[in-house]
């Protein structure tokens, strides 16, 4: 068995907005292996972000635990950034527009006290695929695909034992996705980092993730080894969202389970929250949220669980 790099228990973050509170993320638990891809997917709004947020000690959780590498990390910044690094959808969010790419790359070398920030900087810029050239430019003489490997290499640079991704290819163009999708598996296989990687591109997820965790109003709903939720899905919800459009983005194209809205965040209903939306409702769903139940290497929330071999492809 390996390290277990990550492991979440009961994690939680509220939002405290105008005409209530918003549990983002509502007691998730989760584990990750050192070398394994996790998915979280989910349509937007569901938590995801703020997940990984609340990994990063961006956002405070309000109750639950982090555990990075055996060491308790909830509120505790220091060491963290050593530990996780982050690859954010858009890559001028975590480059500073002011600075070459050089000093983005060395920057948590520096602050680290690497012995040779420059040296590293360059040979990471290798082991993602820059050239070495570009250390003097800034982000924006580089193409998108370019800066994004430069987020990657400033994230790998300290050779954190965790990677959070999120959305990385999302704002890339089709032909570049699948390059940072190839680089991301390499730069894996080689030092078997683990990732936790956000998206709602189901067929990138198809791709890249060992397992995947279906995220519904702050709540995973389903979770196991990518293959078999995908090609089985428990869960309605997971079952509607293999039935809507490869990807989430293509909202207009949900099927009619999905049609209606997703619930205002800031009312708590006391049953499954996917409740009002399923086909497969009944008086239950309503008066009681489901536990997990878990079956092997998988767990989903559920009283009323489609079954894996008569209503896979029903939808
Ligand atoms: N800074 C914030 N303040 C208040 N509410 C927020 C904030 N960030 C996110 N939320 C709310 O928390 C929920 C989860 O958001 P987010 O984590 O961004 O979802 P996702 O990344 O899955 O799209 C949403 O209802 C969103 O509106
Ligand atoms: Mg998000």
Known sequence: MSETVLRTEDLTVVYHVPGGVIRAVDGVSLELAAGETLAVVGES?????????????????????????????????????????????????????RWTIGDSISEPLVIHKHPNPRERAVEVMKETGLDPGLMDRYPHQLSGGQRQRVAIARALALNPP?????????ALDLSIRAQILNLLKDLQASRSCAYLYISHDLMTVRYIADRVAV???????????TGDVFG???????QALMASAPTLELVGRLPA??????????????GCRFSSRCPRRQDRCVEAEPELT???????????????????NAV
């Open 294 to 312: 878990i079956e092997g290497d998988r767990g989903y929330r559920c009283y009323f669980p489609v079954s894996a071999l008569t209503e896979s």
């Open 215 to 225: 995220m519904y109003l702050g709540r995973i709903v389903e979770i196991g080894p």
């Open 162 to 170: 965790l990677v959070l991704c999120d959305e990385p290819t999302a």
């Open 45 to 97: 709004g569901c938590g995801k972000t703020t997940l990984a947020k609340a990994i990063l000690g961006l956002e405070r959780a309000a109750g639950g635990k982090i555990v990075v590498q055996g060491n308790d990390v909830t509120g505790d910044l220091r060491g963290l950034a050593k530990r996780v690094g982050i690859v954010w959808q858009d890559p001028y969010a975590s480059l500073d527009s």
């Open 257 to 270: 389970v999905l049609a209606g809205e997703i619930p205002d965040p800031r009312v708590r209903v006391p």
């Open 232 to 238: 089985a899905p428990r869960h309605p919800y997971t």
